[in-house]
């Protein structure tokens, strides 16, 4: 394979070449063993297996053994695997992929080594996988530190020479006690080649492929991914937009599915522009049927996108996110991992109804919760759950109004609140800058964002600042391909973003167009508070004067992740420590030993102070 020199934005050509090839490379044999989330006393494990063609019969399910040593002791957990079955029409004979979770409970807090031995698999160092894993820390005493690394938006193709891993290596020698990768995880729709043709035709295969690509488990092209990241403890995963297609909902499915489908697809848009609920109707929506998608236009722009909306494209990345990534609700509750093609016809693994009549329930964690006094960690889901619509009072949602409670329930009754999202919060409210416009529902064009959703974003930040009253709280974001730390005072906020760890396949021409763009007058850098927590609904402004002060930011594009350390100090108060790693800088040409080219920032955050007070830079 030709080689990529070192810093170039796109991958090697033949690689670029068998994009355009409807045809599917297989997946290359082996076992991967990742650790998810983590509790004092406990944490789940995810292993997955790809066997290639054999004579031999595979079982299904396919019975491993896990192996814990560590703490004084040793032991033995079986697990049992279920086959994921794309169900596309390939051979017979091509790889068998096989997944599923562990939960591992009732174990004394620290750190294990743990392995999966595959019998099945007579290849030399394929057969067995380890990993490091912890259960959740403690910080109990005064010095007691919490380390996190926090990175959304990766594209293997682009890291030709797996430098995320050498830069994770570099900037974490010791690794990390938390891992929060923000959305963005999998570029399912890039590189466009491979997407357009070779995924349109096998939407499951190619997602798979993508995915254990993405994970450090290809072989024939020699790739280690997020490997190196994924194996060093407790990873908690929130989803976006590229782990189905760019702007889903809100963009046109002829993104990404089949082309005999885009004249259907053309047609439904047309339908749902013209299904419109006036603002004061907050009950108009019959029912939805309790088997299959909605084909009312009504239900599904009032309602959130049904995950089986267009088959297999978009059921292929809600199964696949909750066996690699987020561990799905299904899974949680005791009916298994996804069977692929198999569970379509399984009422009882098809989204259950909740809340209003007719809405269905998340097939993936919305709400993610982790306490590690005085920190209370939510990690808020706000992608997969929205509707078409953004400007309906009632029905209009990126997310559910319980989640959205619960999460300002447990701000309310945190010392130290810190929020992940996989979007930033401190951007201009959409009422803000479209108050003057119609709402376009556009079949190609713009993506829609959080803050387009008037009501419900007016309501999350009312929320936030009401519960947090000036207490020292923390937002994690990601998606916008810069990074930056930027507080408001006033509040007692800080926001920390961290994108892109590898650019998109053909990310470079964006970037080029943005720099072109800022030469003729680029977007205003200050940010009021007013602009941001603003709404349709008539309030008091929230601390006029008060602004959003960019602390650190890097250049556009510029790839990297951050680390983020909470060091306690005295009764509930904390220092935090934040560095924006560059990735160049941790792999090019730097001497073994000269330490890690970033400058931190630092903060104390006490819990016992208000606004100002609250979060102050050291």
Not at 162 to 180: N, Q, V, Y
Not at 214 to 229: A, V, Y
Not at 372 to 396: A, E, G
Not at 561 to 581: C, I, K, P, Q
Request: with cysteine; aromatic share 8%.
């Amino acid at each position: 394979m030709a080689a990529t020199p070192r810093g170039s934005r796109v991958p090697a050509l033949p690689s670029w070449l068998r994009g355009w090839r409807p045809r599917t490379t297989s997946l290359d044999d082996g076992v991967a063993l990742v650790q998810k989330n983590a509790r004092p006393e406990g944490f789940d494990l995810w292993i997955g297996v790809v066997l290639g063609p054999r004579p031999d019969a595979v079982p299904d399910p396919l019975p491993l053994t896990v192996t814990m040593a560590g703490q004084a002791l040793t032991r033995e957990y079986p697990v049992v695997l279920r086959w994921y079955r794309p169900g596309e029409g390939g051979s017979s004979r091509e790889p068998r992929f096989f997944h599923g979770h562990l939960t591992v409970d009732a174990v004394p807090p620290g750190a294990y080594d743990v392995s999966v031995e595959v019998p099945q698999l007579a290849i030399p160092g394929r057969s067995r996988a380890v990993a490091r894993v912890r259960t959740l820390p403690r910080m109990a005493e005064p010095g007691d530190e919490l380390r996190l690394m926090v990175g959304s938006c990766y594209d293997a193709g682009t890291d030709s020479h797996d430098e995320i891993g050498k830069a994770h290596a570099r900037a974490f020698p010791s690794g990390t006690d938390l891992t929060f990768l923000l959305g963005d995880q999998v570029y399912a729709d890039a590189p466009f080649t491979h997407y357009a043709f070779r995924s349109r035709r096998r939407p499951r295969s190619g997602l798979l492929l993508k995915y254990w690509t993405t994970w450090g488990m290809s072989t024939s092209s020699d790739r280690t991914g997020l490997k190196r990241i994924l194996s060093g403890g407790p990873n908690y995963f929130l989803p976006d937009d590229h782990e189905f297609w760019n702007g889903w909902p809100n963009r046109s499915v002829t993104a990404k599915h089949s082309i005999g489908k885009i004249s259907e697809a053309r047609r439904n848009h047309r339908e749902r522009v013209r299904a419109v609920v006036p603002d004061d109707e907050v009950s108009p929506v019959p029912p939805s049927p309790d088997a299959g998608a909605p084909t009312d236009p009504f239900l599904q722009s009032y309602f959130p996108v049904h995950p089986a909306e267009w088959e297999g494209w978009s059921l292929a990345s809600f199964e696949l996110f909750g066996s690699f990534q987020t561990r799905s609700v299904a899974d949680r509750a005791g009916q298994g991992p996804s069977l692929g093609v198999d569970d379509e016809g399984v009422a009882a693994r098809a989204p259950r109804r909740a809340g209003p009549p007719g809405i269905h329930a998340p097939r993936n964690e919305i709400l993610q919760t982790i306490h590690i006094d005085p920190l209370t960690f939510c990690l808020l889901d706000t992608r997969t759950r929205r509707t078409r619509r953004l400007r309906h009072p009632v029905h209009s949602a990126f997310v559910d109004p319980v989640f959205l409670d619960e999460m300002l329930r447990r701000a309310r009754a945190a010392a130290v609140f810190v929020l992940a999202t996989p979007q930033p919060l401190l951007v201009r409210a959409g009422h803000h800058t479209q108050k003057n416009t119609a709402e376009r529902l556009r079949l190609f064009g713009s993506e829609t964002d959080v803050q387009d959703y008037w009501y419900q974003w007016q309501r999350l930040w009312d929320g936030l600042i009401d519960a947090r009253e000036g207490r020292p709280t923390v937002v994690l974001g990601g998606d916008i391909h810069r990074s930056h730390v930027a507080t408001v005072p006033e509040i007692g906020l800080l926001e920390i973003v961290s994108s892109p760890m590898s650019l998109v396949w053909g990310g470079g021409v964006l970037s080029t167009w943005r720099r072109l763009a800022g030469l003729f007058g680029g977007r205003r850098e200050d940010l009021r508070l007013s602009e941001i927590a603003d709404g349709p609904r008539a309030r008091r402004s929230p601390l006029p004067d008060a602004r959003a002060r960019f602390e650190k930011r890097l250049p556009q594009d510029r790839e990297g992740f951050a680390g983020v350390t909470f060091t306690r100090v005295e009764g509930s108060a904390l220092d935090l420590e934040v560095t924006l790693f560059e990735r160049r800088l941790l792999v090019d040409d730097v001497p073994p030993g000269a330490g890690t080219p970033a400058r931190p920032l630092r903060f104390r955050l006490d819990p016992g102070r208000r606004g100002t007070a609250a979060v102050v830079r050291l």
